[in-house]
């Protein structure tokens, strides 16, 4: 059974940094491309970053590019994203979210973590 | 940009009511379309990929279609089931960044 496992959220001060973390098991972690995927409470879902299996191609929305970093670390089965430069208007529920096919990252989502919420407030 | 508008934004229906939402891609994104469920409190959950194929253990009540102008789709469930009031997200994945419709919201009546 595929597994994501989120961690890392919390309350954070504008302009401050957060490093998220997602824990995959259940599949071959280094095959598939991951994602960040949010969501700001009671709003729609938004594509944040993703990264192909060797982190080859990595992409990102433009409202947070030049702040996040997404890595991966196939031989721990782990995502990341580093976010820097926090703004109130990335609070939201993250979630990690795995590729449906073996494609580079334009990809759907197959599998989806529980979320990690940040919240940028002073 | 791709953008991708779902009509309706919400919709109220019976169990046992066939139901359809549209999405439309602002360009032609071929066949690179995908469907999810949400449900408050949970993450989204994959429907349909590729405009029509079954997600494996999604009921068959489900399906989706395009108009083959790879711009208009549609997700329909054939008998809705109190299990399917949630939320739905159409998904292209045929250019970066990936980007989802706003959502409609299925309601009881």
Same mark, same amino acid.
């Given at each position: 059974?595929?597994? =994501? ?76 994203? /580093? ?30 973590? /529980? ?8 | ?9 919400? =919709? ?78 159409? /998904? ?18």
């Amino acid at each position: 059974e595929v597994q =994501l496992v989120e961690s890392g959220g919390g309350l954070v001060q504008p302009g401050r940094s957060l490093r998220l973390s997602c824990a995959g098991s259940g599949f071959p972690f280094g095959d598939y491309a991951m994602h960040w995927v949010r969501q700001a409470p009671g709003k729609g879902l938004e594509w944040v970053s993703g990264i192909s299996w060797n982190s080859g191609s990595i992409d990102y929305v433009d409202s947070v590019k030049s702040r996040f970093t997404i890595s991966r670390d196939n031989a721990k089965n782990s995502l990341f994203l /580093q976010m820097n430069s926090l703004r109130a208007e990335d609070t939201a529920f993250y979630f990690c979210a795995k590729a449906n096919n073996f494609g580079t990252v334009t990809t759907g989502f197959d599998s989806w973590g /529980q979320g990690t919420l940040v919240t940028v407030s002073s | 940009d791709i953008q991708m508008t779902q009509s309706p934004s919400s =919709l109220s229906a019976s169990v046992g009511d066939r139901v359809t939402i549209t999405c439309q891609a602002s360009e032609d994104i071929s066949n690179y379309l995908n469907w999810y469920q949400q449900k408050p409190g949970k993450a989204p959950n994959l429907l349909i990929y590729d405009v029509s194929n079954l997600e494996t253990g999604v009921p068959s009540r489900f399906s989706g279609s395009g108009s083959g102008t790879g711009t208009d789709f549609n997700l329909s469930i054939s008998s809705l089931q109190p299990e399917d009031f949630a939320t739905y997200y159409c /998904q292209q994945y045929d250019i970066l960044p990936l980007t989802f419709g706003g959502g409609t919201k299925v309601e009881i009546k």
